[in-house]
């Protein structure tokens, strides 16, 4: 059974940074990949970033791009995302899901609860 908990959320002012954690159950890193999405107050969910279990090879959204680090560790069945030069739109609910290697929430099966990320300005 695939079980995964976000951790790590918080307030934060702009220009600073969070890192979040996504503890996953054994069979977790089994799926091709591991990523997080987010979904802020009025809208969709939106990807941010994945990792791929197998051989590493990651994929980010524009948004997030040189500002937020994916990161995996296998042994300890964690993901991770460092999140740098926090700005007010990233504020939003984050997920850490598991799928297969793509940037649709469609294609991950396996969801967690989410945890809130607040930055103000």
């Known amino acids: 059974q695939v079980h995964l908990e976000e951790s790590g959320g918080g307030l934060v002012q702009a220009g600073g940074s969070l890192r979040l954690s996504c503890a996953a159950s054994e069979r977790t890193f089994s799926n091709a990949a591991v990523g997080w999405f987010r979904q802020a107050p009025g809208k969709g969910r939106e990807f941010v970033a994945t990792?791929?279990?197998?051989?590493?090879?990651?994929y980010y959204a524009d948004s997030v791009k040189g500002r937020f680090t994916i990161s995996g560790n296998n042994p300890k069945n964690t993901l991770y995302l460092e999140m740098n030069n926090l700005k007010p739109e990233d504020t939003a609910v984050y997920y850490c899901?598991?799928?297969?290697?793509?940037?649709?929430?469609?294609?991950?099966?396996?969801w967690g609860q989410g945890t809130q990320v607040t930055v103000s300005s």
């Open positions: 990792i791929a279990t197998f051989g590493g090879s990651t």
């Open positions: 899901a598991a799928g297969i290697y793509s940037t649709e929430d469609s294609d991950y099966k396996y």
